[in-house]
């Protein structure tokens, strides 16, 4: 991504709930991994000036390192780190 274009959060947020492996978005365990925007917050997705952080349910059985990287070749090239933070894995088989 060029430096000084606009990251877009919720942009974001669908990509990643669009990937296989993820069955949804997590916003941490107090809910500190969001973007707040005027008029409301993207929960699951932080952006800050030096790196970005998604937060997501996993499907199970799908391993850690697959999530990890469905999720940062969801978020796309960014001019920053891009950390995946899963917060809980569903019980529930990822559909086919």
């Known amino acids: 991504m060029t430096a000084g274009v606009?990251?877009?959060?919720?942009?974001?947020?669908?990509?990643?709930?669009?990937?296989?492996?993820?069955?949804?978005?997590?916003?941490?365990?107090?809910?500190?991994?969001?973007?707040?925007?005027p008029g409301g917050r993207v929960p699951g997705v932080r952006i800050r000036p030096e790196e970005i952080t998604v937060g997501v349910v996993g499907h199970y059985p799908a391993p850690v390192r697959d999530i990890a990287q469905e999720v940062r070749a969801a978020v796309g090239a960014v001019d920053r780190v891009v950390h995946v933070w899963i917060g809980d894995i569903a019980d529930t088989p990822q559909p086919a």
């Open 6 to 37: 606009e990251i877009d959060a919720g942009r974001i947020a669908t990509a990643v709930q669009a990937c296989p492996h993820v069955a949804g978005l997590h916003a941490g365990r107090f809910g500190e991994i969001a973007t707040y925007l």
